[in-house]
């Protein structure tokens, strides 16, 4: 599987992103995705999962109520949605996808999410 984030960007704080995650290859094979981040000098840690297909859905503490994970199974697309952006989001955001049955792990490149004060 692999996988290509768009969306990150330079946002000041309190506003608004939406970070796309598109997943090519045997997506099939695909059972759960979500976005994880690393902020400078920290390790990487969970944002938010999401199963294939009931959507069952599993935030950090630090962002419900503000990000919605969502995916587009069609477009074998992966989304999330970010409001009331603050200063402690950022970091480089990673799509991940994870199968069951392959016993296997891919990771997308990284997109940048900076938000300003």
């Known amino acids: 599987v692999q996988l290509v984030e768009s969306g990150g960007g330079l946002v000041q704080a309190g506003g608004s992103l939406r970070l796309s995650c598109a997943a090519s290859g045997s997506t099939f094979s695909i059972n759960v995705m979500g976005w994880y981040r690393q902020a400078p000098g920290k390790q990487r840690e969970l944002v938010a999962t999401?199963?294939?297909?009931?959507?069952?859905?599993n935030y950090a503490d630090s962002v419900k109520g503000r990000f919605t994970i969502s995916r587009d199974n069609a477009r074998n697309t992966m989304y999330l949605q970010m409001n009331s952006l603050k200063r402690e989001d950022t970091a480089v955001y990673y799509c991940n996808a994870h199968s069951l049955g392959l016993g296997s792990s891919s990771w997308g490149q990284g997109t940048q999410v900076t938000v300003s004060s």
């Open positions: 999401i199963t294939s297909g009931g959507g069952r859905t």
